[in-house]
């Protein structure tokens, strides 16, 4: 996993004029990743080292170290935290393809190839990409499908985690279960605002709104969002800016009125 | 380089290599489909030992392996 994150560390803070089809590539392997059997055993590795392969202190406490020290930095090891490194990827690679960085050569900052993407892509209008073949068109769309079924799902998961028996939580003592469950609600908000920012790319890609991301914009950034949460209320509204840039007509909405009136 | 050390070793390996490539193929556009196969290459065969490797080389030696 730390080379999976150092990989994805790579790609968001090296500016690279990437093209759709090398997008194409990586998010043909990164996908697998995303597949709930990789993210369950990914979410379990702490707890399984813990308990069947580790035998001495020294390992275990090499283990443990580790571990801790990227929870500290905010980088929580698990299957859930993968996603999210796959989606940051992925859209700073389509973002940049859409938006060629003019300048590559800058100092390495963290992520500064992935926010100066973005910025580029709010600020001025997406490259028409020349999408010839309906494979890279069905992955794009897959791509869409894809995180708007994390919404759906993120849904029932809350309403789940409502209704579960609080005695529940002094099961969940091991190391990688409490890590798992207390980044649930982190992971979930982050991977909502990866997954819009995702998706709003992929239609920018693709030239046409998808009438599912259209409609999950409107249910958030209206006056009774499913839930409320900052990060994905922000994300809602970033994805606006880089949908309006492209889609003039988007802007005569009226929800956006309600923003603009602060 | 931009390799903040609180980051285990396998994570800055992967980290300068990948960003190396890159920058590579900016400087030589020549050299950039190689470039660009390796790092495909690094991310097929790490994900490739998701599935088979045993759990603590999951989280130490994985990037070595497919350096």
């Known amino acids: ?262 | 380089m931009g390799c903040s050390p609180e980051w285990a070793l396998p994570d800055q390996v992967v980290f300068s290599t990948v960003a190396a490539l890159l920058r590579i193929s900016i400087d030589h556009p020549e050299y950039s489909d190689r470039a660009i196969s390796a790092i495909y290459f690094f991310v097929e065969q790490t994900i490739e030992k998701t599935h088979d490797s045993t759990c603590k080389n999951f989280i130490t030696l994985s990037a070595f392996l497919c350096a």
């Open chain 1, 1 to 262: 996993m730390p080379a999976l994150h150092g990989f994805y560390r790579a790609i968001s803070s090296t500016s690279y004029c990437w093209t759709l089809s090398q997008w194409k590539a990586l998010t043909m392997h990164l996908k697998i990743l995303c597949s709930p059997g990789i993210i369950d055993r990914l979410n379990r590795l702490f707890l399984d080292i813990v308990q069947q392969e580790v035998t001495d202190a020294d390992t275990l406490r090499y283990v443990q170290t580790l571990v801790a020290r990227y929870v500290a930095q905010g980088r929580p090891l698990t299957g859930y935290f993968m996603v999210c490194c796959v989606l940051e990827t992925e859209w700073t690679i389509l973002a940049q393809a859409l938006a060629p960085p003019l300048a590559t050569r800058s100092p390495v900052v963290e992520a500064a190839a992935a926010n100066k993407a973005w910025l580029s892509l709010t600020r001025n209008s997406a490259l028409e990409l020349d999408i010839e073949d309906d494979r890279t068109k069905n992955i794009l769309k897959d791509t869409i499908r894809y995180a708007m079924k994390c919404f759906s799902d993120l849904l029932v998961q809350i309403e789940e985690m409502d209704s579960e028996p609080s005695l529940d939580t002094y099961a969940w003592e091991t190391m990688s279960e409490s890590l798992v469950r207390s980044h649930f609600t982190v992971y979930h908000s982050h991977s909502q605002f990866l997954n819009q920012k995702l998706a709003s790319i992929c239609c920018l890609a693709l030239r046409e709104i998808d009438d599912q991301l259209y409609s999950r914009i409107l249910l958030l950034l209206s006056t009774d969002p499913p839930f409320s949460d900052n990060l994905v209320q922000e994300a809602a509204l970033k994805a606006t800016t880089i949908l309006v840039r492209t889609w003039v007509f988007f802007s005569s909405l009226p929800f956006l009125d309600r923003f603009f009136f602060f």
